[in-house]
C-alpha cells in the first residue's frame, strides 16, 4: 500500500484535505461514517486503473468547518465546492455511507456535476416498516460489530497510526461522528426520496448484505425511484461499511460497472 | 446564605426488580410502569411539599425539566411554578429550568417566566440549562451538533425580548421572526435573576461570569465530589478577575435529618437505594450523543479518564469498578446523601458551604421513594434544627446580587383562600 499525494482545498473558507493517487480519468470518492482517518484498500484497487481522488468533506479526517453548517442546503453546497476545487466536475464519482448520501444529493441538484454514479448504502430515506438503526444510541462496544461484519479490521483501520496523539486521534473520530449527525439526525431522512427522479446519471447502487444501519432492501427503493440506468450489487459478507469490509468485490463491482 | 428545597419529582413505584427488567429509567422507560391515578395523588403531594418548605421558612423552592424520564415528573416546570406562584408568599421560585433549545420560538420561555414574575410578584429565577443529552437530543430528538449553537441564541433572543421596550425583528441563525414583542414583561428589571445549571465544562463558567450569571453545578453525588469541579470553577473566577462573592454559585446535596443519626440511617436507607438503584440506572447509550461536549471539554474528560483510571488501578474511588454507589453505606461515605441529627448535618453543610464557597444551597430533602410524611418530617426538621444554623453564614461580607427582588408585602396580592 503506497501514501496517496496530499493537497488541500478551500471550501467555506476552511481547508480540505484531497488524497489523490493513480493515474487516467479522475473518479471521485467520498468517504463513509468516519471519513478516510486512513487510505484503505479500495482506493488502492481502483488506483490501479483510474486517477483516484478522495476530498475530505467538511468535520471529516483532514477538513473542519462543519459546525457552519446548518442544513441540506449548506451541505449541497460545500460539496459542490469541494468537488470543483477537487477538479470532480463531470467526473465518474463513489460515495459511501454519508459520503453517499451527498453524492445523491448533488446528482440530484446539480445534473451536470457527476456523469457516473456509484451509492455506497446512502443514508437520506427511512422507512417506518423497516426503519434505519440509530446508530448513535449505541454502546462503543456494540458498535463495531454494528457497522462491519469484520469488527477486528474495523478497529485496526480506525486505530492510531503510529506516532499519532491518541487523545487527538480519538477527538478527530468523535468529530467525524458529529459532522455525521450534524447532517443525519435524528433519523437519518433528509427528503432524498422526493429527489431521486431527478438522478439522471447512471448509477450503481451497492449495498452490504449484512448492513444493520440502513437496510438492503433500502438498495431496491432507492433504484426503482432513480431517474436513469441503474444497477444493483448486494457485496457478501459485508456491513454497511462495505467498502472496508470486503474492498476487492466492491472494486471488481465499481470496476465492471465504469467499465 | 440562602437555602433552597429542590423538588426532582420522582415516580416513587418503580418495580424492585427494575434493574433486572428494564433497560432504563430514561429515554425509553416502559410507560406500563406509570398510573395516572397514582401520579394524581404523587403530584399533588409533591407540590403540598414545595409550598410546606416555603412555609417552614426555606428562601426558595427549586422545579427543573426532564422528559420521558421516571425520576423527573416535571416536562413542563412552568406549569407547577404557576401553580406555587398562587400557593406561597415569600419565597423565591426557582425555575431550574427551561432547556432553551427545545422551544421553538423561544419566545415562548421568555413569555410564560414573565407571567410566572408576573403572578408571583416578581419571585421568579429563571433558569437556562443546555438539558442532558437523554433530555434534548434523545427525548426530543434536538441535533445534538446545533445544540449548544440553538442553546446561546435562543438565550440572546429571550434576554433581548425582556429587555428591549419596543418591538423588533430576529432575523438568527435559526430563528426568524419579524415581530418579537413579549407581552407580559417580567416584573423584575431589567430581568429576573438567571442561574445556569451545568456541569464542569470552562465554556460555561466563562460565559456565567461574562454575563454575571450564577453557576450552579447539579450533581447527584454529593459534595465530596463535588469538590474538584467547585475548586475548578473558583480557580477560573480569580483568573478572569471576578470576586469570590459565594453568591455567584449553586450546589445541589442531597440531605436526611433525624433526631439521632441511627434514627437518620434507619430512615433513609430505603429513599437513597431506591435513588441511586432504580432512578439513576440509566442505559449508557443515550449518555452520550456526538457534539453534545465541545472539543475542549472531550480534551479534558480524555485527560481526566487517564488520572481516574490510575487513581483506580491504584485503589482508590469508592464507587466501586467504574460505577457509582448503589449501596447505602457508600451512598453515605460517598458524601451523595448527608445524613444524621440536625447538629450532625448543619456542620457537614457549613464545611460544604465553606469549602465549596457556595451561597445558593439546593437541597434534596425528598429523593427516591421517600413518603409524604417522611419527607414533611425531615423538611420541617431541618427548618427548625438546621437552617437557622446556617442562614447567617456570608452574610456579613457578601451581598447576594441574584436573589429576586420581589414585590414589597403592601404591593403584593392575595389570592383568595380555597374552600372546600
Not at chain 1, 107 to 135: H, M, N, Q, Y
Request: with cysteine.
Amino acid at each position: 500500500m503506497s501514501l496517496p499525494a496530499e493537497r488541500h482545498v478551500q471550501v467555506n473558507g476552511r481547508r480540505c484535505r484531497v488524497w489523490e493517487q493513480g493515474e487516467g480519468e479522475p473518479l471521485g470518492f467520498l468517504g463513509g461514517l468516519r471519513g478516510l482517518p486512513r487510505w484503505p484498500a479500495l482506493l488502492d484497487r481502483l488506483a490501479e486503473h483510474r486517477r483516484v481522488i478522495a476530498p475530505s468533506l467538511p468535520g471529516f479526517p483532514g477538513a473542519t468547518g462543519f459546525d457552519e453548517l446548518d442544513d441540506l442546503p449548506d451541505w449541497v453546497t460545500a460539496t459542490l465546492d469541494l468537488l470543483e476545487a477537487s477538479g470532480l466536475v463531470g467526473a465518474d464519482l463513489i460515495g459511501a455511507s454519508v459520503g453517499a448520501t451527498l453524492a445523491a444529493e448533488v446528482a440530484a441538484f446539480s445534473r451536470a456535476t457527476i456523469r457516473r454514479l456509484v451509492l455506497i448504502a446512502p443514508f437520506g430515506l427511512f422507512d417506518e416498516r423497516e426503519p434505519v438503526k440509530d446508530l448513535w444510541a449505541t454502546r462503543p462496544d456494540e458498535l463495531p460489530g454494528l457497522l462491519s461484519t469484520h469488527p477486528a479490521e474495523l478497529a485496526a483501520f480506525l486505530a492510531p497510526p503510529a506516532g499519532e496523539d491518541a487523545a487527538e486521534w480519538s477527538i478527530l473520530l468523535a468529530r467525524a461522528s458529529e459532522a455525521a449527525a450534524r447532517l443525519l439526525w435524528p433519523t437519518g431522512d433528509l427528503g432524498l426520496r422526493k429527489r431521486l427522479h431527478r438522478i439522471q446519471a447512471p448509477t450503481l447502487v451497492l449495498w452490504g448484505a449484512e448492513d444493520r444501519i440502513v437496510p438492503p432492501s433500502y438498495a431496491k427503493r432507492i433504484a426503482s425511484a432513480l431517474g436513469g440506468w441503474v444497477e444493483v450489487r448486494e457485496i457478501a459478507d459485508a456491513g454497511h461499511l462495505a467498502e472496508l469490509d470486503q474492498p476487492d468485490a466492491v472494486a471488481a463491482a465499481v470496476l465492471g460497472f465504469l467499465s | 446564605m440562602k437555602l433552597l428545597w429542590f423538588h426532582l419529582m420522582p415516580y416513587t413505584d418503580l418495580p424492585e426488580d427494575f434493574k433486572q427488567k428494564h433497560p432504563s429509567v430514561w429515554v425509553d422507560i416502559d410507560s406500563r410502569l406509570f398510573d395516572p391515578r397514582k401520579a394524581h395523588v404523587l403530584y399533588n403531594e409533591f407540590m403540598d411539599e414545595l409550598e410546606h418548605a416555603a412555609e417552614v421558612g426555606f428562601h426558595g423552592i427549586c422545579v427543573n425539566e426532564h422528559h420521558s424520564n421516571a425520576y423527573g415528573l416535571m416536562p413542563s416546570p412552568n406549569l407547577i411554578a404557576a401553580s406555587l406562584a398562587r400557593r406561597t408568599r415569600d419565597a423565591a421560585i426557582v425555575v431550574m429550568g427551561n432547556s432553551l433549545a427545545l422551544y421553538n420560538p423561544p419566545t415562548r420561555v421568555a413569555e410564560e417566566m414573565a407571567m410566572i414574575d408576573c403572578i408571583s410578584g416578581g419571585r421568579l429565577v429563571a433558569g437556562f440549562p443546555v438539558g442532558t443529552p437523554m433530555d434534548t437530543c434523545f427525548a426530543y430528538s434536538q441535533n445534538p451538533s446545533q445544540l449548544r449553537q440553538r442553546y446561546h441564541e435562543a438565550h440572546d433572543l429571550i434576554m433581548r425580548a425582556w429587555q428591549d421596550p419596543d418591538p423588533f425583528t430576529w432575523n438568527g441563525r435559526f430563528h426568524k421572526l419579524r415581530y418579537v414583542n413579549v407581552w407580559p414583561r417580567p416584573l423584575q428589571k431589567p430581568h429576573p435573576p438567571v442561574w445556569i445549571p451545568g456541569g464542569g465544562s470552562v465554556e460555561t463558567w466563562h460565559w456565567c461570569a461574562e454575563r454575571d450569571y450564577v453557576y450552579s453545578y447539579l450533581s447527584y453525588f454529593g459534595y465530596k465530589n463535588g469538590e474538584a469541579t467547585m475548586q475548578g470553577f473558583w480557580d477560573e473566577m480569580k483568573r478572569l478577575g471576578k470576586d469570590p462573592n459565594p453568591y455567584r454559585a449553586g450546589f445541589l446535596q442531597f440531605v436526611g435529618v433525624a433526631e439521632t443519626r441511627e434514627e437518620a440511617l434507619a430512615l433513609y436507607r430505603e429513599p437513597a437505594e431506591y435513588f441511586y438503584g432504580r432512578c439513576l440506572h440509566l442505559d449508557p447509550r443515550y449518555v452520550l450523543a456526538p457534539g453534545y461536549s465541545s472539543e475542549a471539554t472531550q480534551r479534558a474528560r480524555v485527560r481526566s479518564a487517564v488520572a481516574d483510571a490510575a487513581a483506580r488501578s491504584r485503589g482508590g474511588a469508592g464507587g466501586g469498578a467504574g460505577g457509582q454507589a448503589t449501596g447505602f453505606e457508600a451512598i453515605v461515605d460517598e458524601g451523595y446523601v448527608i445524613v444524621g441529627s440536625p447538629d450532625e448535618v448543619a456542620e457537614k453543610l457549613r464545611e460544604l458551604a465553606v469549602n465549596l464557597n457556595v451561597g445558593h444551597l439546593m437541597l434534596l430533602l425528598q429523593f427516591g421513594n421517600m413518603n409524604h410524611q417522611l419527607t414533611q418530617y425531615n423538611t420541617e426538621l431541618f427548618a427548625k434544627r438546621v437552617l437557622p444554623q446556617l442562614a447567617d453564614l456570608f452574610d456579613d461580607e457578601w451581598e447576594d446580587r441574584w436573589w429576586p427582588q420581589g414585590l414589597p408585602a403592601a404591593e403584593a396580592a392575595r389570592p383568595r383562600e380555597v374552600r372546600a
